[in-house]
């Protein structure tokens, strides 16, 4: 089917078909994974009886429920961040990674693993099990905050100075996290180069009080910034004429984006291409308006995120692949035919 | 004769009944090359339902194991997913998290300490001897390679002080110098070598003009898999006078460097390379 036969649908069916992806995405979550689970056995536990095997209910509760969550809002946020941006800049290459958010995280997170014998001990005594996520939140936040305050002149936040000043700002956090990669221990080293492709195996419930709330408000606030998206994609001075006040718009952007995907790093790690691909794919069915776009990513961001972990950790099961290398495994390709097929940048 | 073939048959079907029964114990899924290694070695390897990555000898048992990944990513799901009853493992393990969610479902997780030492390594052994069930034969291989270890220290005696140079490759660029605190350091001393880089600590990139000015008695390169180290790309290297007198070998990573069962093995086969050097000062080993 060509994105044109697809953009003639109407919204309501194409949210129809995205909600039966999800829910199919959920299912198939909820039931495959390297321990088998029988299906009778899920129902049981659904329905509050106990199953046959009593390791099958510790494996759903305690392992794919909240994975799937983790994966549900990690990949919304992930996609309606990329919208946010891709409006605010009005690029379609833009990316929550922009704003210096992801590599900011990074370089915490990075830091946490290697010195956290060390120089920051007192950090990783202090914080305990939480040391590595708080500190990869905080590490997102500060860095995009000094990308912002950089960009600030005279009351003012100019765009194309964000993104220069993200650009830079991520070249300095990438050095940074060579540096102490450098510095790293074989352990570290190898911790870390987990840590950087991403994953949602470890999630637990704790994770999901913890970053969720963070998430949840980036995924409700944000449709409110839908209009003065859409009167920012014909110019910032037309917004201002449309009784916008634009530099709201952006501090909204920025700080939603900067919150959500700081939050939904901190807990899962880098990955990548969710946040670029996801509003283009979506942008092709139900058009550049945000009112329609931004809660359509948040569905879609949620089932490719969750189809891809379920691949993820069933290719090479018992073991499993990280999610972040599966994304772009799965995702590269699929975005690059979708590209020379519609020539829609 | 066809009588004769189903009597065989029907009594190494009754054989390997009467095995099976005798293996209904633990389940095992062993996280470290070097504790397969001890499993197997104990005669213990049909108790052995998964191994993570690290574990690759001996290939022939191997290789027929579910692979778990890799023992500092543990997968919780796939490892429940071999319904262990005992996972054993080292400190290196992890996610800390997983590890503790494993034993909250019923895995009897047992984390052994690193063996950097001989009698760290014996042990280890013995201690895995005790959780596979066969203490009698861990006593065995212990002893076995206690005297195999003194007859290469016997072997190394005039010989030590020498300095050594150890490098660990896997693949071209991924050549690195081993350091202090580092299992390829935990050898030469427990030959009583020296590192011949007594300022680096860990693994480090190689550098070709550092090769150079180490000026080692003898280079051991220990390949992640056979064939890793192509000498022709390190002309640095091959320049040293070490290496053109032969004082060098190359062996695979984990027989070095895993302090397993092939301990003695790994301290033969450096002492060898050592046969006739002549380090700046043979008899002051007073340090």
């Known amino acids: 089917m060509h994105a044109e036969d697809v953009r003639r649908l109407p919204a309501p069916v194409s949210y129809a078909v995205l909600l039966i992806i999800l829910l199919g995405a959920a299912l198939l979550a909820l039931s495959s994974g390297a321990y088998p689970v029988a299906i009778d056995d899920l129902l049981r536990m659904f329905t ?7 390791t099958a209910e510790l494996v759903l509760w305690d392992i794919r ?47 946490v693993i290697v010195l956290g014998g060390s120089g920051l001990a007192g950090w990783s005594a202090l914080a305990g099990r939480w040391a590595l996520p708080l500190a990869a939140f905080i590490g997102g936040s500060v860095t995009t905050l000094l990308a912002w305050r950089i960009a600030r002149r005279q009351g003012q936040t100019s765009v194309a100075l964000l993104l220069l000043a993200g650009i ?147 290719i090479v099961a018992p073991a499993e692949l990280p999610i972040g290398l599966m994304m772009a495994l799965l995702g590269g390709p699929f975005f690059l035919m979708l590209l020379m097929r519609n020539r829609f940048v | ?89 080292t400190e290196e393990a992890g996610p800390d998290a997983t590890l503790e969610r494993l034993a909250a479902a019923g895995v009897d997780v047992v984390e052994l300490p690193l063996a950097r030492d001989v009698e760290a390594t014996l042990k280890r052994i013995r201690r895995v001897g005790e959780l596979v069930g066969h203490p009698a034969e861990a006593r065995q291989l212990t002893t076995t390679m206690a005297a195999d270890i003194d007859k290469v220290k016997a072997f190394m005696a005039g010989k030590t002080d020498a300095r050594v140079l150890i490098l660990l490759a896997a693949g071209d660029h991924g050549v690195m110098l081993a350091g202090q605190d580092t299992a390829a350091d935990a050898l030469l001393q427990a030959l009583g070598l020296r590192n011949a880089l007594a300022n680096v600590s860990g693994y480090k990139p190689a550098s070709r003009e550092a090769l150079l000015a180490a000026k080692p008695d003898a280079i051991v390169i220990a390949e992640a898999r056979p064939g890793q180290f192509r000498p022709t790309d390190w002309p640095a290297l ?27 093995e790994a301290m033969q086969t450096v002492a060898a390379i050592l046969v006739n050097t002549a380090p700046g000062n043979d008899t002051a080993h007073a340090r």
């Not at chain 1, 909240?66 to 809002?73: A, D, E, I, N, Q």
């Not at chain 1, 939904?264 to 945000?290: D, E, N």
């Not at chain 2, 009597?7 to 190494?12: F, N, R, S």
């Open chain 2, 238 to 264: 091959t320049h040293l006078d070490a290496w053109q007198k032969g004082h060098r070998v190359t062996a695979n990573a984990m027989l070095l460097l895993g302090f397993g069962p092939r301990l003695p």
């Open chain 1, 65 to 111: 429920i909240p994975r799937l969550l983790l994966g549900l809002l990690t990949g919304a946020v992930l996609a309606v961040s990329g919208a946010l941006l891709q409006g605010l800049f009005r690029n379609p290459l833009a990316d929550p990674g922009l704003i210096g958010v992801s590599s900011g995280a990074a370089l915490a997170a990075v830091a």
């Open chain 2, 1 to 89: 004769m066809r009588l004769t073939t189903i009597t065989g048959v029907a009594l190494a079907l009754l054989f390997t009944l009467a095995a099976a029964a005798a293996v209904a114990g633990p389940r095992i899924v062993s996280a470290d090359g070097a504790i397969t290694e001890t499993i197997v070695a104990l005669d213990a390897a049909d108790l052995l339902v998964g191994v993570d990555t690290t574990s690759q000898y001996p290939p022939q048992i191997i290789d027929s194991l579910p692979k778990i990944g890799y023992l500092r990513a543990l997968p919780l799901e796939g490892v429940l997913s071999l319904k262990p009853s005992r996972l054993i493992t």
């Open chain 1, 168 to 314: 830079a700002i991520n070249a300095i956090a990438g050095a940074g996290t060579g540096l102490l990669t450098f510095y790293a221990d074989d352990n570290a080293l190898r911790s870390l180069t987990f840590w950087t492709m991403g994953s949602l195996a470890h999630a637990r419930w704790e994770d999901l009080w913890l970053a969720g709330p963070w998430m949840l408000v980036t995924l409700i606030v944000a449709p409110l910034l839908a209009r003065p998206l859409d009167a920012f994609l014909l110019g910032e001075p037309v917004a201002g004429h449309m009784g916008y006040s634009t530099d709201w718009v952006k501090r909204g952007a920025i700080v939603l984006a900067a919150l959500g995907v700081g939050a939904a790093v901190a807990v899962t790690g880098l990955i990548g291409f969710v946040g670029l691909v996801i509003p283009h794919l979506l942008r092709q069915i139900f058009g550049a308006g945000h009112r329609l776009l931004l809660p359509a990513c948040a569905l879609g961001g949620g089932a490719l995120l969750v189809l891809a972990d379920c691949l993820a950790r069933v």
């Open chain 1, 48 to 54: 509050g009886n106990t199953p046959d095997d009593p």
